[in-house]
């Protein structure tokens, strides 16, 4: 997604080096570049608008710090500004789901039909089911959910949400088509106050557009309910149509956040500012698959950071430890935050851990522009043949050499070679490589992963 805006900006990036301060002229066409960017991937206009003037007006005058081209430093600002856009105004916790209710905490998904809402619903139970929610940055542990269609209009959406909570492993109030919808919110409280559940997620029935009956019949089931939660899902595909779409809804009820769904498909990713934009709600989660894993929380400095192709780093990170050993990854990270020696030992873990990772190509896509166009042009296979090497290599040495890799001169060098089966020289392109990687974390040990990233961000 947002892949013409990163390959904009990038080229914005490269302008004009050598000047000082960002003036009128020098940002004009740099803004210009912005504007169309933000336009192509779908942002409103008025949004786009007031966007560009308020980085202008940040911009201008600004130093441009030694280091920096006004491009640099200009996208500096637009990332500030696009991360405030996207919510990060709102403070660190914006984004995280509210359950402070006596519970029930209820939950209350509104939106238009085939946003993604019962999918949504599903996935949310089974999120807050798994405990992998949080509050205040503190994970607050496995909830017992149940989860109502109030939709009496598609028996079908009944059935569906039936199926998706049987995967989710999370309760299902039976509703059906001959029932009020305030009966249903009615009877499902009540169950889930009896049966003890923490929270109780309510998917309400959706019309193809914005619709006076709908919006009606979800502010009754509102008033009834007193959800902690009301979130309005809004499929990201929709574009600039999904402004009035979430100005209809945020009119119509209070809502508390939204969830931009199908995030995964060809969506230019517009919405998202958009929608942030005209309801001034923060935005907590998006949907990046049909599957009931496919829900992400939503940051919005990450968002930011990759529409400005610096990828997203923090992401990466975490999806990295989803799949590698975490002990072993937690080890390595106390490590180096501990700034201890970080030895062969150490890079033989790492490439074992690379062997782990499932899905490299949805980690490379985080990776910033510049590394996974590089990455890209990698041939996995011959990179998974390297990685055997590599190991074949380290398992041929002993404890004692990994643990001080100086001890390798020429004769252990010959004797490694021999074990492993490869010439001398792959051994020091190994080791030369393992150098780098060392440099690298003393240097993130010193000035920290922001500093890294600056570095990297040019
Ligand atoms: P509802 O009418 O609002 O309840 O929408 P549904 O939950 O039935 O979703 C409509 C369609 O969108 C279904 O085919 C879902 O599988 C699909 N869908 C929902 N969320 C996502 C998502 O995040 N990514 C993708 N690719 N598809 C999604």
Do not use: C
Not at 194 to 214: F, P, Q, S
Not at 306 to 322: P, T
């Amino acid at each position: 997604m947002l892949d013409n805006l990163t390959n904009r900006l990038s080229r914005v990036v490269k302008t004009l080096r050598g000047e000082a301060r960002l003036t009128e002229a020098n940002t004009q066409d740099m803004l210009r570049e912005v504007r169309l960017a933000l336009l192509e991937a779908d942002v409103s206009l008025p949004v786009v608008r007031e966007f560009v003037s308020r980085v202008k007006e940040k911009a201008l005058g600004e130093e441009v710090a030694n280091s920096l081209t006004p491009g640099q430093a200009l996208v500096g600002v637009v990332h500030k500004e696009l991360t405030s856009l996207m919510g990060g105004d709102l403070g660190p916790h914006a984004s995280e789901l509210s359950l402070a209710q006596q519970p029930p905490a209820i939950i209350l998904m509104a939106g238009l039909q085939g946003s993604g809402k019962t999918t949504t619903t599903g996935k949310l139970a089974r999120w807050l089911a798994e405990g992998g929610h949080s509050q205040n940055g503190h994970k607050s542990g496995k909830k017992k959910v149940l989860v109502v269609s109030a939709d009496v209009y598609r028996p079908a959406a009944i059935e569906q949400l039936k199926t998706v909570a049987a995967q989710a492993g999370v309760d299902f109030m039976p509703s059906s088509a001959d029932q009020k919808p305030e009966d249903i919110a009615r009877n499902a409280l009540d169950f889930a106050k009896r049966h003890h559940h923490d929270v109780l997620i309510v998917d309400t029935a959706g019309r193809l557009g914005i619709d006076e009956a709908m919006m009606q019949e979800i502010r009754a089931l509102h008033a009834l309910l007193k959800p902690i939660e009301t979130l309005f899902v809004v499929d990201a595909m929709l574009g600039q149509d999904a402004v009035n779409v979430a100005k209809a809804f945020n009119e119509a009820l209070p809502l508390t956040g939204v969830v931009l769904t199908k995030l995964d498909g060809d969506a230019r990713g517009g919405a998202a500012l958009s929608v942030r934009h005209v309801t001034g709600k923060p935005l907590k989660f998006v949907g990046v698959s049909e599957k009931l894993a496919g829900l992400e929380p939503f940051h919005p400095e990450r968002m930011a950071q990759r529409v400005l192709g610096m990828g997203d780093i923090l992401s990466l990170v975490e999806e990295a430890q989803k799949a590698i050993n975490v002990d072993e990854a937690q080890k390595l990270a106390a490590k180096m935050k501990a700034g201890d020696k970080f030895d062969l030992n150490d890079f033989r873990a790492q490439i074992a851990q690379m062997k782990n990772m499932g899905d490299m190509s949805s980690l490379l896509e985080k990776l910033p522009a510049q590394f996974s166009q590089a990455a890209s042009q990698v041939d996995s296979k011959q990179a998974s043949r390297q990685i055997r090497r590599m190991e074949g290599i380290l398992n041929s040495m002993t404890e004692m050499e990994r643990a001080k890799p100086e001890l390798l001169k020429a004769s252990r060098k010959r004797r490694i070679a021999a074990g492993s089966g490869v010439p001398v020289q792959e051994i020091n392109r190994m080791l030369s490589q393992f150098e780098q990687m060392q440099s690298m974390m003393k240097q993130m040990k010193k000035g920290g992963m922001a500093k890294m990233m600056r570095a990297m961000g040019g």
